[in-house]
């Protein structure tokens, strides 16, 4: 069975919708979140009457179906007669049909009848012990129910076709929905040995072509006769057979006929499509595309089963395709139906002939369907892998996780179609032929088809198991046990190293599955290692992998430049990278960057007086690898190494120690350069590296101590505060950094010259601030504490020049009556040069202070301007023979 997919695409996108209002948080691998939606959806679509519950006292052996189709008022009338083997000995027999229906009569060995709960309770004439026959007849009529379905209302459906004008009416009965329009032991694990279907239809033409009724096997009456305005269609079909696959269409078909002929194995028989008029050139195509088809499936498995009756297809209104049995039902025969025609057609060997126990096996009938799929695809392109491998690839519901394979619970007839089923399934297929080999694998696939234990009966998954065991010599235990009944797939990733001397290579596959999720910690596998050389060339090797960490090694005698895991895709599995290297670390301004891959160690270095709180670093990974902390965030080295961690995509990690070293100062600059006396500010020429110092005029320059600050971490040389001649001209000054990066500078230090008439110091004992000389205004200031007496004081005065100063330096003169004016002449007084002197108190008279205070003082400090007196209160003890008080005032 399949749904077309191109076709359902807007009804899966409303699924979809309706899935994401059920559940926002699911997402792919959270499978709690995916086990809770499902089980919501199935609850939204979980009738009572998917509880099949079946006779297992019964074996049926013979269904004769009389079926009269009421177009008009969508009614049906059955009358069906039955044949069973009483399996114990019994008295009544359960068969299963919709309440919906009325039962008229019941007859042969049936003499009353109760239906309740979609269960016939038919009494019998008398006791029937173990192995007798039972004959039944069953006469009823009704509108035959559909059942409520994710994609269509499944059971006995009144359609019609060409815009709704012609009738197009068939039955869907997969799983377990025959009991919609006719009594049986429903479900797939009980065959009859036949059916013969009568089907009376309305003698109507439609678009000039007459109604037909069509169903399994071989038409009877090719050109029934017209009686009371119908005419009845009468199929035989002698095979065993499940109640679903019994069909019933009717419609205006014409039949499209050919014979099949195998030149191989001598299969002959018909071919028949019962299409719609309008899509009688789609059907011929179609057609000739059969005859490969059949050809192609004989090859894989062998004679066709129903080779002594057809092969059909018969046309219905929606987008579907059931395997009914030698006449699967299908929407189109357009090239959009290609691949399902090719599927329903090898659901003959598996579905119809070999046919699933129990739909816990459904994977044995949909997996081989869908697998026949990439094999057709192989086969008619004359054996191009490729093509079988494309097809394969494309089965993404492969990768589904949950649920697994083997179908636990099979009571809601509308979630056991599921693509898992179809893919995963498909795929268990090709990882055994991956495993196998084609020899092997093809033999066990040929041989399951034919083997008498299963064809025109059932299996399961260990029954084929078991006959794969047999014919492969193999123990497959583990490998249907991984992927039949446990969940997801192998996440592999891997690492290898070659050692320089042997040439040895070690080569370690790792498994990395999320076994939280209860996925299995090891998949049991032989795996497929591509290595790619440098030279070019490559070698497969495979390997037999049954850890989560397996090493491997090899001497290939020349370096490898990649491996790829299962490089062909034989294994249902992801790969991961396992590499883990921080390739790259670089920081602002670093002066340089080390990584030792071996000892996982990052040596920076950065200049000196750079910030370690706040170091932002550019990390460069191996491919699909995290770390922490990340790259471009600011992270402190100031207490020290920071440890990075390397995530790989396969979840291990690595650690390396990022050490950030401060490079030394390389600074080596002289930044003040002061002489006790020079006259002039110090010039400093940071282009020139060239000092420009002045002392006065017949200053000795042969012994002078210059006061140097240079560069932190820097030494100078002559030091600083040495003694230095600068008599004989320029004196080099060395300056090393701490990287012992040298600077020179040329030290000059000048005499002003005899005519320079500058006063270049005025002081006066107890003077308060510096004195202020302005040259230009030919002024000076001093100021003296307040009431100290100005009346007679002697300044000390020195000159730039061989000059004389009137008054003359430590001369007592009174400056209270205010500003004196000091006359500074060359020797022969030719020049000179009038400097005002204004010397005064700190306060003046009418000066009041408005706010004075002491440091750790008590309380607020008390002003009395009128006594002129301040308190200040300090604590006991406290050192008052040095206090340091701030002042304001007025
Ligand atoms: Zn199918």
Known sequence: MRPNNYLLKNLLLTMALLAIALSTSAQSRQRPAEANL????????????????????????FYHLHIDVDIENEKIYGDVYIELTAVNNLNQVVLNLHSDFEITSVGEDATSWTLENNLLTLGLNSSFNVGETVKLRIVYNGNPPLAPGRFINKGFRFDRHSNQTVPAIANYSTPYLSHYWFPCKDGPTDKADRVWVDITIPDESYNGQPLMAVSNGVLLNDNPPVENGKRTFQWRHEHPIVPYYILVAVSNYVLIEDQYENTVNGNSFPLEFYAYPQDIVDANSAMVKMHDIMDAFIHYFGDYPFADEKFGMTQVPLSWAIENQTNPIIGGFGENWADIIVHETSHMWFGASITNQTWQHVWLNEGFATYAEALYKEFSSDFNIEEYHTRMRAMEKRFNDFPNLYLSDDSNYDYIFEEIYYEKGAWLLHMLRGQLGDELFFDCIKSYAQNPNFRFGHATTEDFRDHCQAISGKDLTTFFQQWVYDFAFPIYSYDYLTDDVSGETTFTLFQRQNAIWGDREVFEMEVDIKFNFDDGTSVIERVVNNAVEQQFTFNFGKAIQQIEIDPDEWIIREIRSHKKEILAFNVPEQISSE?????????????????????????????????APESGTPVDFSEGNVVFTVRAEDRTTKEYTVIIEMAPNSENRILSFAIEGQIEETVINDETFEIFVTMPYGADLSDLSPDIQISEEATVNPQSGSSVDFSEGSVIFTVTAQNEDTQEYSVTVNTSSENDLRIISFTITDQLDETLIDHEESTIHVTMPTGYDLTDLAPVISLAGNTTVDPESEVSVDFSTGPVEYTVKTQDESEQKVYTVTVENLLRDGDLIIEFSVPDQIGETSIDDEENTILVIMPTGADITEITPEITIS
């Open 38 to 61: 499902n089980n919501q959806l199935m609850q939204l679509s979980s009738p009572a009457e998917d509880l099949l519950e079946t006779d297992e006292n019964i074996d049926i052996r």
């Open 595 to 627: 990584i030792n891959q071996e000892e996982q160690t990052i040596t920076i270095t950065v200049p000196f007086g750079t910030d370690l709180s706040q170091i932002t670093p550019t990390i460069e990974l191996s491919e699909k690898a995290s770390v």
